[in-house]
């Protein structure tokens, strides 16, 4: 079966990000002036999704706006003659097929991924994580995860090599073999070890394509850390259960659940906008003599 549905879990707090996601969700915190969840859906239509799942909670309305039609909003960009901006936020609206499920109490990103069983049924789906942000021009992280599950008809984890100072920050996987250089079949799976228990180096960086078997093991997952129900829980049973392969994906990652992740987008990215890169650049070398 082909991958046409995918999940973006979004009912955290955002608590990394307090004061300001207190009123704004975290997924809206913009990079330069798009939110950075614009970004994740992009990166799903990109890739062939067709149907996105977001799941999200009460205090998200905001998000859900963004991806709507706002037909008094288009009214006063077209009296006032701003054509080309009346566009653009009609085609944020027509982006996509997406469906909002609400995760009613904060049970961990296990329990936001079985929300959304009852849409994804039996087939194979993705996931992506707000968190991260992956920009690869050719082709979309997903899409080469997609590929991958293609050849191996199995779970697929997008996972990047990690220096050994960032080890206990992730899930980290062991290596059973490569099956190329960037394809590796998975023994082991051990959610941020140290670095004496780490299997590799390679880490779990927000991307998934899962069987629907992972349904049934979340609902039998008892809480674990934080009294969440933990996907990486899921994921080292599903391991039991069927084969599951990594796919060293390609791609600049960034990680904007933190601070200076998120201010390191914010400088690359405007440095890949024409109306912004010499600005930028001027300011930069300003700053520091």
Not at 49 to 73: G, P, Q, R, Y
Not at 98 to 117: D, M, N, S, T
Not at 195 to 206: E, H, I, M, T, W
Request: with cysteine; glycine share 6%.
């Amino acid at each position: 079966m082909k991958v046409k549905k995918a999940i973006i879990p979004a009912a955290g707090l955002g608590t990394r990000f307090l004061p300001a996601t207190k009123s704004i969700p975290k997924e809206m915190l913009p990079i330069v002036d798009i939110p950075t969840i614009q970004y994740i859906v992009e990166e799903a239509v990109a890739s062939g999704i067709e149907e996105i799942i977001i799941i999200t909670s009460s205090s998200k309305a905001s998000l859900e706006n963004h991806f709507d039609v706002n037909f008094e909003l288009e009214t006063r960009l077209k009296i006032s003659g701003k054509d080309k901006e009346c566009q653009m936020i009609r085609d944020i609206a027509n982006m996509a097929k997406i469906i909002y499920v609400r995760q009613k109490e904060p049970k961990g990103l296990g329990h936001a991924i079985l929300c959304a069983k009852e849409i994804v049924k039996d087939e194979p789906f993705a996931i992506l994580l707000g968190d991260d942000v992956v920009v690869n021009k050719e082709k979309p992280a997903l899409k080469q995860l997609i590929d991958a599950y293609e050849k191996t008809n199995s779970s697929i984890l997008g996972v990047q090599f990690v220096e050994d100072s960032q080890i206990d920050k992730y899930g980290v996987i062991g290596i059973d073999n490569k099956l190329d250089d960037r394809l590796f079949k998975m023994n082991s799976m051990i959610e941020k070890p140290s670095l004496s228990q780490a299997p590799s180096n390679y880490a779990v960086l927000g991307r998934y394509v899962l069987t629907s078997t992972i349904f049934e093991i979340l609902e039998n997952t008892k809480p674990g850390k934080g009294n969440e129900i933990q996907l990486t829980d899921g994921l080292v049973t599903l391991l039991e259960k069927e084969s599951i392969y990594a796919y060293n994906f390609e791609g600049t990652r960034y990680d904007v659940g933190d601070k200076f992740g998120y201010l390191k987008a914010q400088i690359d990215f405007a440095l890949n906008r024409d109306d912004l890169k010499d600005k930028v650049k001027e300011y930069i070398k300003e700053i520091s003599k």
